[in-house]
Each structure stands twice: as C-alpha cells, then as structure tokens.
C-alpha cells in the first residue's frame, strides 16, 4: 500500500516554474504507475502526467512541452516539473498512484491518492 505526500505548491507568476515533489512511504514504489492529476473548484479532476514504472511518460495537451514528469526509484520520488506556467494552470495538484493502468487518464483507475498541494499563477 502506497501513502503518498505531495510538496512545492505555491504562488508563482506567469510564466514562471515550479516543480512539485511527491514522496512514497511504500516499499515497492518502483513496481506503481505514478500520476499527476489537478482540480479546481469549478472544474473536475484532470489529468496532467503520468509515468511508468520503466520511465515511458504521458502528457495532457495543455501541458505538453511545458511540464516534465520524472522518478526517482532510490528516493520513492515523483517529481512534476512546470514550466512556462499559466493562470489556467492554478489548481489544487495531486499524486497518484496504480500497480495497474488501462487508461493514464482515468483518475479512478489510480488507487492510492496524496493529499494535494495548492499552485497558484498569477497574471
């Protein structure tokens, strides 16, 4: 079983970069899929990124050349980093992860979920 802690949110301008980390307490962090999702209040959770456990990435279109999703197996680390940020991008921003996945982009295909952290751009 995964436990998942997400960090790095924050406030950033426009066209600035953050890069939010998320941390596994497993012990088998190597053998999960891991994915970025974000929501806001008045949208629904939507993915951003995921990536295997060999290191193929997936990105939505809106971040795609933006936004960078990578691990670190020997640190049980994903890390999201996000370039070239826009106001559209502010949302509440979680981890996830899955030992098995159909769709990348079905949020309940993921079964172990952090607790969010917030990432706000201004313009």
């Known amino acids: 079983q995964a436990q998942l802690a997400e960090s790095g949110g924050g406030l950033v301008q426009a066209g600035g970069s953050l890069t939010l980390s998320c941390t596994s307490s497993g012990r088998t962090f190597s053998n999960y899929y891991m994915g970025w999702f974000r929501q806001t209040p008045v949208k629904e959770r939507e993915f951003v990124a995921a990536?295997?456990?060999?290191?193929?990435?997936y990105y939505a279109d809106s971040v795609k050349g933006r936004f960078t999703i990578s691990r670190r197996n020997d640190k049980n680390t994903v890390y999201l980093e996000m370039n070239s940020l826009k106001p559209e991008d502010t949302a509440v921003y979680y981890c996830?992860?899955?030992?098995?996945?159909?769709?990348?982009?079905?949020?309940?295909?993921?079964?172990?979920w952090g607790q969010g952290t917030q990432v706000t751009v201004s313009s």
């Open positions: 990536i295997n456990w060999s290191g193929n990435t």
């Open positions: 996830a992860a899955a030992l098995r996945i159909v769709d990348y982009g079905d949020y309940e295909e993921y079964a172990y």
